[in-house]
């Protein structure tokens, strides 16, 4: 199973889109994928399940108080995850009120639960992506701790550069302490516009630092906001259009 968290401390860097189009391409694919949304905005729940999504319950909240209250459901994390529309494609959804229970996870140390849980459907599913808070919070550290790839997306704005750096050492730190078989699979630069002068240069400096920007680059197109309008990722949405072409080379490009 390859499990792949999609973070930044930043908001509005696409981190609910990357994970959930790649997610989609790989369930197109074939691959039995899983979508675990740890963000309380539910923006990857939104897009895989619509307008109703909120109604789709058991979601990751409850998971995570079921660990509090050390009642286990026999089903084990099966039972909190939920077909879509799409097939070879389940989400754990998201729960607007996650932020209620953060204090008593970490007081009680439940940093490992979701690492645990992802262990015992390691047959189940081929694939995972974990969308994250823009934060670094307990459920991005969890989402850490239970991965083993992190992909980062990047919008190209000078504050997305220098917050960059401070991303990288959290997730160097949770390397060190949790996780010895984190790697960062790459950054993703989203948005881009290559004919502007300022996305090209901080992706250049970028490459000066060494740092790891994958080559594929996800371009600014309204297309998205309409894929997301209509909850359908964009490889059911608008399979021929570059928007979405660009997602199929990113996700042949981590294939590799």
């Keep these: 199973m390859i499990r792949r968290v999609v973070f930044n401390q930043k908001g509005g860097v696409g981190k609910s889109s990357i994970a959930i189009n790649l997610a989609a391409i790989s369930a197109a694919r074939g691959k039995r994928t899983l979508v675990i949304d740890l963000d309380p905005q539910c923006n990857s729940s939104h897009y895989l399940l619509g307008e109703d999504y909120q109604e789709v319950t058991p979601d990751i909240r409850d998971f995570f108080e079921q660990t509090l209250t050390f009642q286990l459901k026999p089903e084990g994390p099966q039972y909190f995850i939920h077909q879509t529309p799409y097939e070879n494609l389940s989400v754990m959804p998201a729960n607007a009120e996650l932020g209620d229970l953060q204090s008593k996870l970490e007081s009680k140390h439940k940093i490992y639960k979701l690492r645990d849980a992802l262990d015992k459907l390691a047959d189940d599913y081929d694939v995972v992506y974990i969308d994250t808070p823009p934060a670094f919070n307990f459920y991005t550290l969890s989402a850490l701790v239970a991965s083993d790839r992190c992909l ?53 400096e970028l490459l000066d630092d060494d740092l790891p920007v994958l080559e594929t680059k996800i371009s600014a197109s309204v297309k998205m906001r309409e894929s997301h309008d209509d909850t359908c990722p964009l490889i059911h949405f608008a399979p021929k259009h570059k928007l979405t072409q660009e997602f199929v080379t990113l996700f042949e490009e981590l294939a590799h």
């Design 152 to 204: 980062i997306p990047f919008d190209c704005d000078e504050f997305a550069r220098q917050a960059l750096y401070s991303l990288l050492a959290n997730v160097h730190e949770t390397r060190e302490d949790h996780n010895d078989k984190l790697e960062v699979e790459g950054i993703v630069v989203n948005q881009f516009q290559p004919r502007a002068s300022l996305p090209k240069r901080i992706v250049g």
